[in-house]
């Protein structure tokens, strides 16, 4: 059966003089099948979506026909959409409703007007289903980002819908959740056959259990194929989206010319190594390995911790327990670690939001309580914190990075705003809305905002949560390019194929203090599960490799 | 820490609270004040987690309340000294105060009590039959309060970050500064009153009549209770009508002795009522010392 049939549709959101949103789409989503959306932001990916439930519809021309179950979507009413088609958004937050997880739910039931006993049923089949059981009374303030989402996904799936649409879900999540979420939306699909349409960034978890995989571009369809078919398409055409490919793929299009057998797993990527080594010699087997790190080597460094203790309150356990780290000049430090061990407090610390009760901070050589005030904050130090919306308080991004500039005359203000914008590529958003723009946008405008206070050291908190493949590459090379300027930056992530590639210094963060640090090449090559794709796919035929680039580079010396 | 009794159905908790509160605040007589302020902290006592400093301060309003009354009401009839040129300190106004004091004390601890163990949801249960719509909007409020709370941190750290904080500021400068961040949060609350209100259409509200979905189940036993609760009622409502209530402290003593069959079984019923939960609490840890012992 043929669950979607969207032929020929094009839509134009009101008051806009340039390209329509979506452009004669025409695409056909059967029963079952699992369907994955990607594209740039801005290429149309949520307004394709929304068009496929008619409340969340937005305003604006639209023009072709969508056929749900082979009438049209119109015909639907409420009631019946509300149970066929269900809907999850973003924002974990803010699409929850009531304070309880059970009265969560059974919201959607309720609204529905089932009876107590269906209610009973379907919401203690829903937490049993999705393991929720042991949070079942909680309020849902207690809960994690990916508890939440995860919430949201569950109490859509006990109106048992027939469709499950997915925009961006774990944009907020840290990896480990999201591949938890990811995986729970593969199970619904596979065990109950649940159409999914989904469009995400991170396409390594995704992207192999694909039934089609559509590419958007500029609000039309680039092509619409089997994930190794899409593959090779866009390698052919050198596209954009190239970068947002799994890892194994890139390393496979970076080797081998066949383009039909390409590897989607990193099991499937390992075993293709295999095979491409099986009736070739080893020549070279390693890449060159680098210098240990030696922590006591820096003479100077911009930051300096040493053994700090932090808890919130006086009866709670201790969330730092004893780091001590130094930090050199000009470097991009990064700081990688579960979720909820305290790597933001850690930040917080440094930067005098959070009161450690023992311990020293130094920047600069100097001690953080001798600066006076104010001092710190003007020409040393600033923090982006993790949600980049919290730092913005005017109506445009303009004004926003007005409130920041130091300049005496209006031109100096001026020239400082738009040297800033250039850097951080938000010049054509300066008198936008920031909550207009997308996470990707918005993440530059505030680290712009940031940077407007001239600091010599920078602490990024998570900086490319929800960031696609395409603005993380842009977002890197601005952090390079500050750190030419002599910028320090220590940054907390949890993505590792980030930090493998543009770190200077790793280090891991558990239970409260630094494990150890290392160069990035180091530091990965010696973990085994927690360290990128391209080192898990090859560590078995090579040595200290950890980005594609770097196993590119190792198979085409052994051509 | 919830025991037995807290578990039981929300419309009992709710029927044995406006009991107590009510009587507790009509009946005067020395005996029922005895039997609610007993079966108040204790019921207080089972709950709470810190009692210590609560108990001692009730104490303190009783000991003030009770002493102090015959300072602003000098008549009666037993005068036991005389102050400050004649001035009268009379033992009826003693006991009034006394009593007064009890009452008081009594139905602040049964509302500190009411506190711990009647939460949200079930209070919110309790009247989602009676008002459907005010429920939900409750609700709602519950859930996004605390939620605006914790964004206002947030922007608040945000803005030390970058050294944007008038926390040691003048006045003028906290002031600007509390106005921008009220209007950032704002901006906030209806960018994420959209998704709200698209995520509450799109599990559709408003498709037509919703109910409403509760997690509590009447149990046999619970039944009996309400039924039992309901009969102690009876008896109370029943003394009171015939003036089982009436007592006098001023200007004479007048306090009725237990001979009278009707004030008798107002008693029985009423101290049977009050000590539903300490009752349910003790024959709960008797269970389980006997199951302990009996392995």
């Known amino acids: 059966m043929v669950h979607f049939k969207i032929q020929d549709v094009t839509f134009a959101y009101p008051d806009t003089t340039d390209r329509p949103a979506l452009e004669h789409i025409n695409l056909e989503i059967r029963q079952g099948e699992y369907v994955t959306v990607c594209g740039a932001s801005g290429s149309g990916k949520t307004t394709l979506l929304r068009l496929l439930k008619s409340v969340l519809t937005p305003h604006g021309t639209l023009s072709g026909e969508i056929l749900f179950c082979g009438r049209p979507l119109q015909e639907a009413d409420l009631r019946e959409q509300s149970s066929k088609i269900g809907y999850v958004m973003q924002n974990p937050d803010s699409q929850i409703v009531t304070d309880k997880v059970w009265h969560e739910l059974a919201f959607g039931l309720e609204s529905l007007g089932y009876d107590q006993k269906t209610i009973r049923l379907r919401v203690a089949e829903m937490a049993s289903y999705f393991g929720i059981e042991h949070w079942f009374y909680k309020n849902v303030s207690e809960l994690s980002g990916g508890q939440k989402q995860l919430l949201n996904l569950a109490s859509v799936m006990a109106m048992q819908p027939e469709v499950l649409i997915l925009d961006e879900p774990t944009s907020q999540l840290d990896p480990i959740a999201a591949a938890d979420f990811l995986n729970t939306v593969k199970k619904i699909n596979r065990e109950l056959r649940t159409t999914v349409i989904i469009t995400e960034h991170r396409l390594e978890d995704i992207f192999y259990a694909s039934d089609q995989v559509v590419v958007m571009e500029k609000g039309k369809i680039a092509a619409v194929d089997t994930p190794r078919a899409v593959g090779a398409f866009l390698k052919e055409g050198n596209h954009e989206m190239l970068a947002a490919l799994p890892t194994p793929l890139l390393v496979y299009y970076g080797v081998e010319e066949q383009k ?174 920031p909550y207009d723009s997308s996470g990707g946008e918005q993440q530059r405008a505030a680290l712009a905002k940031v940077l407007l206070t001239q600091p010599k050291i920078l602490l990024l908190d998570e900086p490319t949560k929800g960031m696609d493949a395409i603005f993380k590459k842009q977002f890197a090379d601005i952090l390079k390019e500050l750190n030419n300027q002599g910028i320090t930056i220590i940054l907390v992530s949890h993505d590792v194929e980030f930090c493998a590639k543009y770190a200077d210094t790793v280090s891991m963060f558990f239970d409260g203090t630094i494990l150890t640090t290392n160069t990035p090449r180091n530091f990965f090559s010696k973990n085994s599960f927690y360290t990128t794709a391209a080192n898990r796919m090859s560590r078995h035929i090579f040595e200290n490799a950890v980005t594609d680039g770097e196993v590119i580079e190792l198979c085409q010396k052994n051509l | ?230 009969a102690d009622i009876v008896l109370i409502v029943y003394c009171m009508i015939k003036g089982g209530a009436f007592v006098s402290y001023l200007p004479v003593l007048e306090i009725a002795d237990l001979s009278d069959g009707y004030r008798m079984a107002g008693l029985i019923g009423y101290a049977a009522f009050l000590a539903i939960p300490t009752a349910a609490y003790v024959m709960e840890e008797i269970r389980w010392f006997i199951l302990r012992y009996r392995m």
């Open chain 1, 260 to 433: 039909n057998s390409a590897p989607l797993t990193v099991r499937e990527g390992a075993e293709w190594l295999d095979t491409f080594f099986a009736d070739r010699t080893l020549k070279v087997s390693a890449y060159e390995a680098e210098a240990p790190y030696e922590e006591d080597e820096i003479k100077d460094p911009a930051v300096e911790v040493k053994e700090l203790y932090m808890r919130y309150e006086k009866n709670a356990p201790d969330i730092l327990k004893g780091v001590s780290f130094r930090v050199e000049k000009g470097t991009l430090f990064a700081i990688v670690g579960g979720n909820g061990t305290g790597k933001s407090t850690l930040l917080k610390s440094i930067c005098g939001i959070c009161r450690p009760y023992s311990g020293k901070v130094k920047i600069f050589g100097k001690r953080m309580e001798k600066y006076c005030k104010g001092e710190l904050f003007s020409g040393n130090l600033a923090m982006l914190p993790q949600d980049p919306l919290s730092l913005f308080v005017k109506k445009t991004v303009r004004e926003d990075l007005e409130e920041m500039t130091t300049g005496k005359n209006k031109k100096d203000r001026e020239d400082e705003i738009t040297r800033i914008a250039k850097l951080c590529q938000i010049t054509e958003l300066l008198e936008k809305h």
């Open chain 2, 1 to 230: 820490m919830k025991h037995i009794f807290w578990q039981y159905h929300p419309v009992i908790h709710l029927i044995f609270y406006i009991g107590t509160v009510l009587s507790g605040m009509l009946f005067m007589h020395p005996a029922f004040l005895a039997c609610s302020i007993i079966f108040s902290i204790s019921c207080y006592m089972t709950v709470a987690k810190e009692k210590r400093r609560f108990l001692s301060g009730m104490l303190l309003v009783f000991l003030l309340l009770s002493v102090l009354n015959p300072v602003f009401n000098p008549s009666g009839s037993h005068v036991l000294f005389t102050y400050m040129a004649g001035r009268h300190y009379t033992l009826e106004a003693l006991c009034y105060g006394m009593a007064m004091a009890a009452m008081f004390v009594t139905v602040l601890t049964w509302f500190a009590s009411y506190q711990i163990t009647m939460t949200s949801d079930k209070f919110l249960y309790c009247f989602s039959r009676l008002l459907p719509a005010v429920s939900m909007v409750l609700t709602m409020v519950l859930r996004f309060l605390p939620l605006y709370g914790r964004h206002l941190k947030k922007i608040a750290d945000a803005r030390k970050g970058i050294g944007k904080s008038a926390e040691n500021g003048t006045l003028k400068e906290r002031t600007e500064d509390g106005m921008l961040l009220v209007s950032a949060l704002t901006s906030w609350a209806l960018e994420g009153g959209m998704v709200t209100s698209s995520a509450m259409l799109s599990r559709g509200y408003g498709s037509g009549s919703r109910t409403s979905f509760c997690i509590y189940k009447w149990r046999g036993k619970e039944k009996c209770l309400l039924f039992a609760m309901l």
